[in-house]
């Protein structure tokens, strides 16, 4: 899970939300703010991206190769 703050990890240092403690990484991955590297280290099966802030993907070239799915989307209508 990726919030406004980086990869959602139980060592990046605040304070976690209950609700993102349970999706936090628990295995040493090193803390990472920039989406293209979080993909890259992680390689997740899917990206789903939503956001109501409107432009926080901005214009991304991310390796999509392994990847089994994807949707990105903005909730907020400014797409």
């Known amino acids: 899970m990726i919030d406004s ?4 990890t139980t060592t990046r240092g605040d304070k ?4 993102k403690t349970i999706m936090a990484r628990k295995d040493g991955t090193p803390d990472m703010k920039d989406l293209v590297d979080i993909v890259k280290h992680v390689k997740p099966h899917a990206v ?12 991304v070239c991310i390796p999509w190769s392994h ?12 797409c």
């Not at 703050?5 to 959602?8: D, I, W, Y």
């Not at 976690?16 to 609700?19: A, F, G, Q, R």
């Not at 991206?49 to 214009?59: D, F, N, S």
């Open 5 to 8: 703050k980086g990869l959602v």
């Open 16 to 19: 976690l939300p209950e609700h």
């Open 48 to 59: 789903v991206g939503l956001t109501g802030g409107g432009e926080a993907w901005g214009q």
């Open 67 to 78: 990847l089994h799915a994807c949707c990105l989307t903005d909730l907020s209508g400014a």
